[in-house]
């Protein structure tokens, strides 16, 4: 089993559209939470930190559920522009735990 | 200007070719990683470098080696390489606390698509 998992896609969404993500992770003693976003022929790029209560950034949501071992993105009102590939990312326990990184859900805004 | 360089963007090589990748980060960083993106894997961790040390080798083949000769530069030395080997290598930097800890978020360089033949 893979250490972070999510569906790869691809999420096939009008404009407008709200659009949820969610990642599941296997080691429990997990500690940081990301989403990364990664354009077609691009670097991954920080979207944002996923805190244990919750937080919010604009049209982005992220939640964390400790107790089932999954993380959740939620786009709403869906731009063109939002079409990517976004990573969810797990850093593993400990201080010099390192990041694990998610296959990717790729996401297709459509007009 | 970006904050993590790499070049070169693309590099086609052959099997019994040397050549090197290069990295050079102007964030103030004090860590800075090799990643390998294959076509639907995710991203796999390679090298970490903590205050120029090496503290990770992520049981990476002898053909891939790394040197870091200060903290805002990172070289992927290359040499026999396979055709499996083609893909996107993505340096990046972050800051980590003491004890090493990596709580920062990572920056990424734009990557070298590599391409063995």
């Known amino acids: 089993r893979k250490e972070v998992e999510q569906d790869p896609g691809p999420f096939n969404v009008p404009e407008g559209a709200t659009v949820a993500f969610n990642c599941t992770y296997s080691?429990?003693?997990?500690?940081?939470f990301f989403w990364y976003r990664q354009d077609c022929r691009k670097e991954p790029k920080l979207l944002m930190s996923?805190?244990?209560s919750g937080n919010e950034d604009g049209r982005f949501t992220a939640q964390l559920n400790r107790a089932s071992q999954y993380i959740s993105l939620l786009i709403r009102d869906s731009k063109l522009s939002d079409s990517a590939t976004y990573l969810c990312?797990?850093?593993?326990?400990?201080?010099?735990?390192?990041?694990?990184f998610g296959q990717g859900t790729t996401l297709q805004v459509k007009p | 200007e970006t904050g993590v360089t790499q070049t070169p963007r693309h590099l086609v090589m052959g099997m019994t070719n040397k050549k090197s990748l290069k990295c050079e980060q102007h964030?103030?960083?004090?860590?800075m990683y090799w990643y390998k993106q294959s076509a639907k894997k995710p991203l796999e961790l390679m090298f970490v470098?903590?205050?120029?040390?090496?503290?990770e080798n992520n049981s990476v083949p002898s053909r891939f080696s790394p040197e870091c000769p200060n903290s805002s530069h990172l070289f992927l030395h290359l040499h026999t390489l396979q055709p499996e080997d083609s893909a996107l290598y993505l340096c990046?930097?972050?800051?980590?606390?003491?004890?090493?800890?990596?709580?920062?978020?990572?920056?990424f360089g734009n990557g070298t698509r590599l391409t063995v033949t």
């Open positions: 964030l103030g960083h004090n860590a």
């Open positions: 080691n429990s003693a997990s500690q940081s």
């Open positions: 990046a930097s972050s800051q980590a606390g003491q004890g090493g800890s990596y709580n920062s978020p990572l920056h």
């Open positions: 990312v797990v850093k593993r326990s400990g201080n010099t735990g390192k990041l694990i």
């Open positions: 996923v805190y244990s």
């Open positions: 470098y903590n205050f120029k040390e090496q503290t």
